[in-house]
């Protein structure tokens, strides 16, 4: 997704507490960062952080961290954090954003981590065949989040692209993930706890189907 370049974004990231754009100094320690053993769930390609912020509002015992490679997009992600849990007087505890390019995820995220549960919604399908290598869903990127995810890790995929998701099946297939759900229309599937992010909606507006599946190590 492209965002106009936001001059307020890096200075106000700069004095959030819960923001780091060097991951790596927590790689294996992220219980640090967050200073409890809660576990932790991570979403890549978080965009504008609605889907975080509500995750986490509901889940005050679980952590999230919120990751993606643009400072404006996370610049504008924690504004909506902070949205978020001022309507009900609340303040968030249990996020990190993240700045952090996924092709180095693996300096980022440890086993030790103890990642369980991983999150991939709305990303960039990258159409073009000679860019489909940068797909998040990608099979080398797959492998990649293989080497952190727990022995009983899930990704939940979620896309309105329908190339994306075809090919995707294929992708999680070779890297050897099992795929224990898929439907094609989640919003007429029998899933009850999705959450609706802006895109989600507007997409759902649209008369586009949100394609879903969910994907085991």
């Given amino acids: 997704?492209?965002?106009?370049?936001?001059?307020?974004?890096?200075?106000?990231?700069?004095?959030?507490?819960?923001?780091?754009?060097?991951?790596?100094?927590?790689?294996g320690r992220w219980k640090e960062f967050f200073g409890n053993d809660y576990p932790i769930e991570l979403e890549i390609g978080?965009?504008?952080?609605?889907?975080?912020?509500?995750?986490?509002?509901?889940?005050?015992?679980?952590?999230?961290?919120?990751?993606?490679?643009?400072?404006?997009?996370l610049g504008v992600g924690r504004r909506n954090i902070e949205r978020i849990f001022e309507e009900s007087g609340e303040s968030p505890k249990n996020i990190a954003l993240v700045r952090c390019n996924v092709e180095?995820?693996?300096?980022?995220?440890?086993?030790?981590?103890?990642?369980a549960v991983m999150y991939i919604n709305f990303c960039n399908p990258w159409p073009r065949e000679k860019h489909k290598k940068r797909r998040l869903t990608y099979p080398k990127k797959l492998r990649m989040y293989r080497d952190f995810l727990t022995d009983d890790g899930v990704i939940y995929f979620k896309t309105d692209n329908d190339e994306l998701f075809e090919e995707s099946i294929g992708y999680f297939e070779?890297?050897?993930?099992?795929?224990r759900y898929l439907t094609r229309d989640l919003h007429n599937s029998d899933i009850r706890d999705n959450i609706v992010t802006e895109?989600?909606?507007?997409?759902?507006?649209?008369?586009?189907?949100?394609?879903?599946?969910?994907?085991?190590?």
């Avoid at 889907?51 to 997009?73: C, G, H, L």
């Fill in 1 to 27: 997704m492209r965002i106009r370049k936001k001059k307020w974004a890096e200075p106000e990231l700069s004095e959030c507490r819960y923001y780091t754009n060097t991951p790596e100094k927590y790689r």
């Fill in 46 to 73: 978080c965009g504008k952080c609605t889907f975080v912020a509500q995750k986490a509002k509901r889940n005050p015992d679980v952590n999230y961290i919120a990751m993606d490679i643009k400072s404006d997009m």
């Fill in 104 to 115: 180095m995820i693996d300096k980022a995220i440890a086993p030790e981590d103890g990642i």
């Fill in 174 to 179: 070779e890297a050897k993930y099992t795929i």
């Fill in 199 to 217: 895109h989600e909606q507007m997409f759902t507006d649209e008369g586009i189907p949100i394609k879903y599946l969910e994907a085991t190590v």
